[in-house]
């Protein structure tokens, strides 16, 4: 199969499973939806003729076998985490108009998505993960030419492995994780990066829920689930439940009863200060196991993006076929995966989450559509939700998955 020179190159820097995007010469995105492509695409003849006309981006994360890349904005930050990562460092480097891309492979099992850094609150960097793409090869926005600046193949590591600038609240520790056990809307963020469908990059938009944390330390987890005020303790003793599951789900295994006591008495410590008179340390212990019994999924995993991409990455189930459009299929396909995540809980999803992950033009859409496949008999609604629970409905997925 003839492919352009420059994807020829591209394909054996950065391997055969990564996915190329094509977009206009000039361009970071236009309004063409991507997030459904596989790597498989790069079989496909017309989707190589396109990679030859324009610029070309890269699909990061889970499509591209775990390919990431740290966007730094200024030249003079680049070169100070150089100094702080010769050996990491020495990866795959690109660049638009100014600062870089570094390029890798992530070793860890879980790893963050999408994510804007700062130092010292002031804007630095950025990176990029599943659900989003990097501009490797083509005309900036700004007239210049995007360039390789180092031509090796991106190295593997593991995130553990990145020593951070200091003022940079790093990816092992930062970021929004939510308080509760669900959410009605998605993280809205005025994103930077090269991710949209709808929109190009750089400008203003609403991208998917970010999977920002990657436990490595127990005090990251403390630093996260310690209250800052009275009357959060219920709250911030589910988070470092969840913060446990992330630990097992990175050490792959469980717990023991005394590393968790451990943890807990740690906990118990720090947040003494806002801690109620009326509750002694056996009864915080207590609540902390129901907590852990309770918490469906670990610290950082977001379950609709995680769902989402697995829906994307599978064939229709047979119960879909029955749809015409495809992307009714697919909602079919991210219930399934939503209720094997979920196990035997039934699993919350918002009609403007629908309409968010669809780019559909009203969360009424969304909301038709989940009520035709409860009238399909493909989901039966578990418990209806609304702005009076400030809740997502619960669904349960009928189908055998």
């Not at 950065?14 to 206009?24: A, K, R, T």
């Not at 990866?91 to 130092?119: C, E, F, H, M």
Request: aromatic share 8%; with cysteine; proline share 5%.
């Amino acid at each position: 199969m003839k492919v352009a020179p420059q994807v020829a190159e591209l394909r054996e820097l950065l391997g055969n499973d990564v996915l190329l995007l094509p977009w206009p010469l000039g361009k970071k995105g236009d309004k063409r939806a991507w997030k459904h492509l596989t790597a498989a695409a790069m079989n496909d003849p017309a989707h190589l003729r396109l990679l030859g006309r324009g610029n070309i981006g890269v699909a990061l994360g889970q499509v591209s076998g775990g390919l990431c890349s740290l966007d730094i904005d200024s030249d003079e930050e680049l070169a100070h985490f150089l100094e702080l990562n010769p050996e990491i460092g020495n990866t795959l480097q690109s660049r638009g108009s100014r600062g870089g891309n570094l390029w890798w492979r992530i070793a860890d099992p879980v790893y963050p998505r999408l994510k804007p850094l700062k130092r010292y609150e002031k804007g630095w960097g950025e990176w990029r993960s599943t659900g989003s793409q990097t501009i490797i090869y083509g005309q900036h926005p700004d007239g210049h030419n995007y360039q390789i600046v180092n031509r090796v193949k991106p190295i593997t590591i593991e995130l553990i492995q990145i020593q951070w600038p200091e003022g940079i609240y790093p990816l092992l520790q930062g970021g929004s994780m939510g308080n509760d056990t669900e959410r009605t809307e998605t993280t809205e963020l005025t994103e930077r990066s090269e991710t949209p469908e709808r929109t190009e990059a750089n400008r203003s938009g609403i991208v998917s829920e970010v999977c920002v944390v990657d436990l490595a330390e127990i005090d990251s987890a403390l630093d996260i689930s310690v209250p800052k005020q009275p009357h959060e303790n219920h709250k911030c003793l589910f988070t470092l439940a969840r913060a446990v599951k992330a630990f097992e789900l990175r050490q792959n295994r469980k717990w023991t009863i005394q590393e968790m006591r451990s943890l807990f008495l740690r906990w118990h410590e720090r947040a003494r200060p806002f801690l109620r008179q009326n509750q002694n340390k056996d009864d915080y212990w207590f609540e902390f196991l129901e907590a852990y019994d309770n918490a469906d999924h670990p610290l950082g995993v977001d379950i609709i993006a995680s769902a989402w991409d697995l829906a994307q990455g599978k064939e229709f189930p047979e119960v879909a076929r029955q749809f015409e459009t495809d992307n009714v299929r697919l909602l079919v396909s991210l219930c399934r995966e939503l209720q094997a995540l979920c196990g035997d809980k039934p699993f919350f999803l918002a009609s403007r989450t629908v309409q968010r992950l669809f780019e559909l033009d009203s969360h009424a859409t969304g909301a038709r559509w989940l009520k035709g496949l409860c009238r399909s008999g493909i989901l039966k609604v578990v418990e209806q939700g609304g702005r009076e629970t400030n809740k997502a409905t619960r669904f349960r997925y009928l189908p055998p998955i």
